[in-house]
């Protein structure tokens, strides 16, 4: 199981940009951490351009910042990275309180371990 931590963003219904609120504590298990190789996978050979997986909350013990409250409909959207065609992902989803897009920054899957 990996333990990250990763800074977060809220963008507010109608807003224009984004806005940091702190980092968010997680835990990818090994289940999740082959869902995310085997997307990679799949998208090297289909060329589609991202890919939606639904995360396993029970199990990730998520941590959020005090201002962003309980996540909804959390998944990782795979990607590849352009150039080296290496697979990335990040946790996004809805706060609770309001419906605004919550989201990490990126990372790399091979960094997993």
Not at 51 to 60: F, L, N, R, T
Not at 83 to 102: K, M, T
Request: proline share 3%; with cysteine.
């Amino acid at each position: 199981m990996n333990t990250l931590t990763i800074k977060s963003w809220c963008k507010p219904q109608g807003a224009e940009k984004s806005i940091p609120m702190g980092d968010l504590h997680f835990h990818v298990n090994d289940s999740d951490h082959l869902r995310l190789e085997a997307a990679e996978e799949s998208l090297q050979k289909s060329h589609e351009r991202e890919v939606m997986i639904d995360a396993d909350m029970e199990h990730m013990e998520l941590i959020t910042p005090a201002e962003c409250g309980s996540l909804s409909d959390l998944q990782f959207r795979v990607y590849l990275s352009k150039g080296d065609e290496r697979g990335q992902f990040h946790l996004v989803g809805h706060r609770e309180s309001d419906g605004s897009l919550v989201y990490t920054n990126s990372v790399m899957i091979d960094q997993l371990g």
